[in-house]
């Protein structure tokens, strides 16, 4: 079976980097190149741990393309506090030898058009860049044979506010116009996310490569996330959300009619679902989008271990 080519957007970020190296890892996609965006720390950042990722995981050869520096509307938000003031927890990778190979927005346009029904794409940060380039060119992310998004809080709370979840919250007007295009959508939110835990024990007790950059990577997050959850620990916010491209068996979904509050001061970010029973479809808030709501957990677990943690 020829692999998937596949393009990620990230904000890297501890989970993110989990992310790219599960794609590294999985023969099922081919990382055909990764878009940055502002999001856990700002832009220089994101774009310069993803380079730097790429190199010491042997894989300098994936461009990196730097995108938006900042959200569409809202003044950007940081998560510094859990991925650390480098966005790569204590772990230290050596300097990129390489730059950014051009602007994401423009990498995201070019390569969907050129390579129609062929991509799948991956977000798993804030969703500005995706919302730019449909701005430009309305109708490009249904160029992608799929679009997977970690995002959104669908019957769940949310993360960075009790009704959204960070990358939502950190750009929800983007958020809003992606969930509103014609794109093959899956929304992998907290609802799933949240289902998958990484004790810190599992963690140590890896072997392999990578592993001794993950465990330095997770420092924080399970330093900040284990005081909030009661178990030392970390959720892999974005390794699920890839998975669901990956491994869809494992990932059960449902279509909801839903649209993002973009605007608020207690619900920016949040997503609202529409089930009124009242309501005709013509009349509802939204649109379908296929929700992720639930997880094989362990055999996600099993699979993300074997191949990043212990290959
Ligand atoms: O809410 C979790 C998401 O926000 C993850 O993508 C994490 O990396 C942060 O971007
Ligand atoms: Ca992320």
């Known amino acids: 079976m020829p692999a998937t080519p596949l393009i990620m957007d990230v904000d890297t970020g501890v989970d993110d980097a989990l992310a790219l190296l599960l794609a590294l890892a ?23 741990n993803t380079l730097r990722l790429l190199q010491w995981a042997g894989r300098a050869d994936v461009p990196v393309y730097a995108g938006a520096e900042r959200p569409l509307v809202r003044d ?59 701005a430009q060119v309305p109708g490009v992310l249904r160029q992608a044979r799929q679009v997977v998004i970690m995002g959104g809080a669908v019957r769940v709370p949310g993360n960075i506010t009790p009704t959204a979840e960070f990358n939502f919250y950190a750009d929800p007007h983007a958020a ?11 929304l992998v939110g907290l609802d799933a996310t949240h289902q998958v835990w990484l004790a810190q024990a599992a963690l140590q007790a890896c072997t392999g490569p990578y592993a001794a950059f ?22 892999v916010h974005d390794p699920v959300a890839l998975g669901a491209a990956l491994w869809p068996q494992l990932f059960r979904t ?49 699979l993300f271990t074997e191949r990043v943690l212990t290959p």
């Open 26 to 48: 999985s023969p099922e996609v081919e990382l055909v190149g990764v878009s940055t965006v502002a999001g856990n720390v700002p832009l220089s950042r994101t774009t310069d």
């Open 76 to 134: 950007a938000v940081a998560a510094a506090d859990v991925h650390g003031a480098t966005g790569l927890g204590a772990a230290q990778l050596p300097e990129a030898r390489t730059s950014s190979a051009g602007d994401g927005v423009e990498f995201l346009l070019k390569t969907l058009q050129a390579r129609p029904g062929e991509i799948i794409l991956a977000a798993t940060g804030p969703l500005t860049n995706l919302a730019r380039a449909e």
């Open 176 to 186: 809003r116009q992606v969930l509103a295009s014609e794109a093959e959508l899956v």
């Open 214 to 235: 993950c465990r330095a990577a997770c420092e924080p997050v399970i330093a900040f996330e284990s005081v909030h959850y009661g178990s030392a620990g970390m959720h």
């Open 254 to 302: 449902q279509q909801l009619w839903v649209d993002v509050e973009a605007s608020g001061e207690l619900a920016a970010g949040q997503v609202v679902v529409d089930q009124r029973a009242l309501a005709s479809d013509q009349e509802r808030l939204g649109r379908p989008v296929a929700c992720a709501v639930d997880v094989e957990q362990a055999r996600f677990l099993e």
